[in-house]
């Protein structure tokens, strides 16, 4: 196995210097306790990653959530990125994505029976969780894309990379996509290696671990993504296996998030014929982005056409005015989940378990 290249912007280099100055010196203030990190009394669960974007975040708190509801209460809390409130905000079920944020909304839709909150001041959304009456009962909160902001001092931190694009081999913004430097991992408890090819070797993962240095006691799983059966989106259909998928069937690829490429090629192991529509991450739909998906899908042959997209993008989809009735009879979702390598699962199963149960009893 050989570890990705990643593609950096040299010209960018003496920005990306100063930009390192300025994140060095806010670590450097939180190290000393000069800016304060605040530590609250019941089980905190960061999930982040140094890079902007792509890693998983939203499928890793996901199962988090699957691993830990049936025996505890949970509340994910998250920055709610480009929603249009201000503020504390806490999911119920007339909440819009336009409210809460794509991502938060799409995981408040998927598990009703938990809390799911937004606040950009993280500080804040945990003391509104934790008052008693604003989420009854909370006794776990998770911090969903929360690795920067230090004001919180969570009791286990979970950073993510990509396998395509680890951190390693990158470089700060704006000539690479971190957000800070790499030594920044050292803040983890663990870390996951996500989006990795399947069946990876016992070889493979060593060398990897080389590159990637984890410090001592610095616990690493590799993970993968599974995608589940097509879910019609507007209509009352059958869902479909993705095995179902014919060759000569033609499918419009929607998408608006960091990485379309593991998802590009998984559908490419069905069909050939795929038609990539693709927006920038938490692209908010316009009425000309509406007739661009019209006309790119009334391009593909009738009878054997599809238009597939992400659960992301579903929750900015389904408010969307000006969808044709005959696009979204053919509009489905493909949902994804996190799969563990190897022996990995049990092992960080075992982690995130005794914390808690660790932390909840103590608190």
Known sequence: MIVPQVSVCR?????????????????????????????????????????????????????????????????????GYRRQTKGFVLADAATTAAQLGDEPYQMAHKFPEIYVAVDADRCEGIERLTDGTTAPGVNVILLDDAFQHRYVAPGLSLLLTDYRRPFFRDELLPAGRLREPVKGKQRADAILVTKCPSGLSRQEKQRYLEELAPLSGQEVFFTTLEYGALQPLFVSLSERRLKSLREEEHVLLLTGIASPAALRDELSRYTQHIVPLTFADHHDFSVADVQRMETMFAALPEGNRLVITTEKDASRLVGLAGLSETLKSCLYVLPVEVAFEGHDQERFNQMITEYVRENTRSC
């Open 11 to 79: 010209a960018l280099y003496p920005l990306s210097v100063v930009y390192g100055w300025g994140v060095g010196l806010r670590n450097w203030l939180f190290d000393r306790g000069i800016l304060p990190s605040r530590r609250f009394p019941l089980p905190v669960i960061c999930i982040g990653n140094l890079a902007v974007g792509g890693t998983g975040k939203t499928p890793h708190t996901e199962y988090l959530v699957r691993l830990l509801q049936e025996t505890y209460t949970v509340a994910v809390l998250s920055r």
